[in-house]
């Protein structure tokens, strides 16, 4: 896929054991070219690569108006169908490798989460946004569909009536709609307070297990759409490699013996 002019930055922070990653390309309010997505997947490998080190991940967007207003229009305009599908499995594999990630990503909407910046948002675990976020899948204003999953997670979000609404009229939403649609789960007044939000969450899941939060999360990703008998086995095995883990053992002896436990994460 052709890139385009302007180079893509996506920048990785420490903070603690956890990561803020954030899409820094203001003036295309953080759109989606091939190079932005690329350092993305290169970003969370990273992030994957060093294991239980991190805990969580908060992803947003730069510039104060936009997470992400959607894959890059520009350069959607030079594809042939074949490049077309091309990008298509970039935007999947980016969100492939965020949901595969060992530790919970939130995603802190502050301004647009438009067409692919939706469905960034919709591969990480939780999406947190501002009171002045809004939300959308506009591609069949411009002739397109969803092509990084709308079509899979949006359903799975908010129901598949909503969904077909959402994605045929194009229309956005504000954050208090997305709220009630389940699609937001929490809603902050400010961008200091959705990041603050976001790292009070990723703090108290990291106090527990880490081992048991990557194993639900693993669970809950490959469950997600499955028939029940698929969805069910695979708790199963979720559950005995819970059994198969120190912090289990530590985890219930610590309760009767009623003490702090100390999780390792193995
Ligand atoms: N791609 C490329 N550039 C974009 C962009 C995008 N998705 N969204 C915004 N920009 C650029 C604008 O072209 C503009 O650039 P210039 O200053 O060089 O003209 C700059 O960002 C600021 O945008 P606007 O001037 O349009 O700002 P606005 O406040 O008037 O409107 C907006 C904001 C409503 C978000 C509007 O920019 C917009 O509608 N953007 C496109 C949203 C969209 O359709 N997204 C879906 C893309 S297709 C897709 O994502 C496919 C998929 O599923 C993978």
């Given at each position: 896929?052709?890139?385009r002019?302007?180079?893509?930055?996506?920048?990785?922070?420490?903070?603690?054991?956890?990561?803020?990653v954030?899409?820094?390309?203001?003036?295309?309010?953080?759109?989606?070219?091939?190079s932005?997505l690329?350092?993305?997947?290169?970003?969370f490998?990273?992030?994957?690569?060093?294991?239980?080190?991190?805990r969580g991940?908060?992803?947003t967007?730069?510039?104060?108006r936009?997470?992400?207003?959607?894959?890059?229009?520009?350069?959607?305009?030079e594809?042939?169908?074949?490049?077309?599908?091309?990008l298509?499995?970039?935007?999947?594999?980016?969100?492939?490798?965020?949901?595969s990630?060992?530790?919970?990503?939130?995603?802190c909407?502050?301004g647009f989460?438009?067409?692919?910046g939706?469905?960034?948002?919709?591969?990480?675990?939780?999406?947190?946004?501002?009171?002045?976020?809004s939300f959308?899948?506009?591609?069949?204003?411009?002739?397109?569909?969803?092509?990084f999953g709308?079509?899979?997670?949006?359903?799975?979000?908010?129901?598949?009536?909503?969904?077909k609404e959402?994605?045929?009229?194009g229309?956005r939403?504000d954050?208090?709609?997305?709220v009630?649609?389940?699609?937001?789960?929490r809603?902050?007044?400010d961008r200091e307070?959705?990041?603050a939000g976001?790292?009070t969450?990723?703090?108290q899941?990291a106090?527990n297990?880490?081992?048991?939060v990557?194993?639900?999360?693993?669970v809950?990703v490959?469950?997600?759409?499955?028939?029940?008998e698929?969805?069910?086995q695979?708790?199963?095995r979720?559950?005995?490699?819970a059994?198969?883990?120190?912090?289990?053992r530590?985890?219930?002896?610590a309760f009767?013996?009623?003490?702090?436990?100390?999780?390792?994460?193995?």
């Amino acid at each position: 896929v052709p890139e385009r002019g302007d180079a893509a930055e996506v920048r990785l922070e420490r903070d603690g054991h956890l990561a803020v990653v954030t899409i820094d390309r203001p003036k295309a309010l953080n759109a989606l070219s091939a190079s932005v997505l690329t350092a993305l997947g290169e970003t969370f490998d990273a992030l994957a690569a060093e294991g239980p080190a991190v805990r969580g991940v908060i992803l947003t967007g730069a510039g104060g108006r936009a997470f992400v207003a959607g894959a890059d229009i520009v350069a959607l305009s030079e594809l042939t169908p074949e490049q077309g599908a091309e990008l298509g499995r970039l935007g999947h594999r980016v969100a492939a490798t965020i949901e595969s990630l060992a530790a919970p990503v939130i995603a802190c909407v502050d301004g647009f989460a438009l067409g692919g910046g939706l469905e960034l948002a919709l591969a990480c675990d939780l999406i947190y946004a501002t009171d002045a976020s809004s939300f959308g899948q506009p591609e069949v204003k411009l002739g397109l569909v969803p092509g990084f999953g709308g079509t899979v997670r949006l359903p799975r979000a908010v129901g598949l009536a909503r969904a077909k609404e959402l994605i045929y009229t194009g229309r956005r939403i504000d954050a208090a709609e997305a709220v009630a649609a389940g699609l937001v789960t929490r809603s902050f007044p400010d961008r200091e307070s959705l990041l603050a939000g976001a790292r009070t969450t990723l703090e108290q899941v990291a106090e527990n297990s880490a081992s048991a939060v990557a194993i639900a999360k693993r669970v809950l990703v490959a469950a997600s759409g499955t028939p029940t008998e698929t969805a069910t086995q695979l708790e199963v095995r979720g559950f005995e490699d819970a059994f198969r883990t120190d912090d289990m053992r530590e985890g219930v002896a610590a309760f009767i013996e009623k003490r702090e436990p100390r999780f390792t994460g193995s």
